[in-house]
């Protein structure tokens, strides 16, 4: 029925409209190295002034850039491979509807995690991870472990499947704060940019997020 | 009370960002050092807290995500590449629907409020005539003696009418949400716009 529905819009709406698809496409296909190495030496303002610009390539630069460090952060929230790498994808279709709204108040990198940090928050229950963080123990063969032995690989896997499932169980805030800090070297000011809070609520989380840990370790 | 031999501050436990600074190895000022080092000297009970921080954030740190498939990443790229691209290309007309309907409600509700008429639609006051008991006339006799002309125009004009004729005719009564809706003034005005672009900006988010 809404689909049967023809907006009789003017020709300067139409253009404008246009004009954005053009912009907002990113057609990797049609760019030639010359293109990429010069992207390459692009700043990050310039990166994401090129992207707002239409500039072809330059949004998956930006993917290429930011993609390890973001899937990462996801891992850590879900702590399994789908759903990380489905939140990954989630994080940069939104950084690519908001790139207009980035000012460079902050890095690229601190606004795609907090990007990042709100699309795991919003999507992870508190406690939803739990069973598949520790069911993903031997998710991933392809890791390096050659060095271990067989006794030693699984006792550390087994106890990093606690580990990642007693971060599932943390509060969300206390979860955030934990896997910003401890993993991703964010100072304190930075995951109190990313959450919208204060550094002494960082740190209070941080704290808590320790504790609350020790506690759940002990009983695994 | 103070033990004695501690510097002042010594005596009373660390406090929870002061744990957090020493468990992750930040730097204190030289005076706070000192303290914190003279503090935890005395108090096992403090030593033991922060070494319990201490090992569990090096067990949590020790835990690496694993590296996916050199193939991923290629693969990711271009999935992204491809959602984005999709999203680009979203036709003219779907573009416009996020907007359509906090539009057409802000037209909708700007329209009540700005034309105190256009509310009053029969087929809005249908179903209560239909509902509502049947309304006692408007008695001549409430108007008193009337010796004034006017009255006596209004009297015989509005003679037999019921509430729902009176609410036809936008005499809502004071203290109903019709008349206080359809008795804004400009401040209130203002204000209602000022939600109502809220309301529209949240919805768009």
Redesign the interface.
């Given at each position: 029925m809404a689909s049967s529905i023809e907006w009789p819009l003017s020709t300067s709406w139409r253009w404008t409209e246009r004009a954005q698809v053009s912009v907002a496409t990113p057609p990797a296909e049609r760019m030639t190295d010359a293109d990429a190495a010069a992207l390459a030496q692009l700043s990050e303002a310039a990166l994401v002034d090129a992207c707002l610009a239409g500039r072809a390539g330059a949004f998956d630069l930006i993917v290429e850039r930011h993609r390890r460090p973001i899937y990462q952060l996801c891992y850590r929230f879900v702590g399994n491979h789908e759903d990380a790498s489905d939140l990954s994808q989630d994080v940069f279709l939104r950084a690519f509807r908001g790139l207009r709204s980035f000012r460079g108040g902050s890095s690229l990198g601190t606004w795609l995690y907090r990007i990042g940090v709100n699309v795991c928050l919003n999507r992870v229950g508190a406690s939803t991870t739990l069973d598949r963080a520790t069911a993903s123990v031997d998710d991933h063969p392809l890791t390096d472990d050659r060095s271990d032995s067989p006794s030693d690989l699984i006792l550390r896997k087994e106890r990093a499947g606690f580990v990642r499932a007693a971060i599932a169980q943390l509060p969300r805030k206390q979860r955030a704060t934990l896997i910003l800090r401890t993993y991703h070297e964010m100072t304190h000011q930075e995951i109190a940019d990313v959450l919208g809070t204060s550094v002494g609520a960082v740190k209070a989380n941080f704290f808590h997020a320790l504790g609350n840990l020790k506690k759940l370790l002990g009983d695994m | 009370m103070r033990s004695a031999g501690l510097e002042p501050g010594e005596d009373m436990h660390l406090k929870?960002?002061e744990?957090?600074?020493l468990?992750?190895g930040a730097a204190p000022s030289e005076a706070d050092r000192r303290r914190q080092e003279g503090h935890l000297a005395s108090c096992a009970e403090c030593r033991q807290k922060l070494a319990?921080?201490r090992?569990?954030?090096r067990?949590?740190?020790?835990?690496?995500?694993?590296?996916?498939?050199p193939l991923?990443?290629d693969h990711?790229?271009r999935?992204?590449?491809d959602?984005?691209?999709a999203?680009?290309?979203?036709p003219?007309?779907r573009?416009?629907?996020p907007w359509m309907f906090p539009a057409a409600a802000l037209a909708a509700l700007l329209v009540f409020v700005l034309l105190p008429g256009a509310w009053r639609s029969p087929a809005r006051t249908a179903p209560s005539i239909a509902v509502a008991p049947p309304a006692p006339p408007v008695a001549r006799e409430t108007l008193g003696d009337l010796t004034d002309p006017s009255l006596a125009l209004v009297g015989d004009l509005s003679d037999g009418a019921g509430w729902e004729a009176a609410h036809e005719a936008g005499l809502s009564p004071r203290g109903s949400a019709e008349h206080a809706v359809t008795h804004l003034n400009d401040r209130e005005l203002r204000e209602l716009q000022r939600l109502l672009q809220v309301e529209l900006a949240h919805a768009s988010d």
């Open positions: - | 929870d960002e744990f957090v600074d468990a992750d319990g921080l090992s569990t954030l067990e949590v740190a020790a835990v690496d995500v694993p590296e996916p498939s991923f990443w990711f790229s999935r992204v590449h959602a984005v691209g999203e680009a290309r979203t003219v007309g573009a416009w629907l």
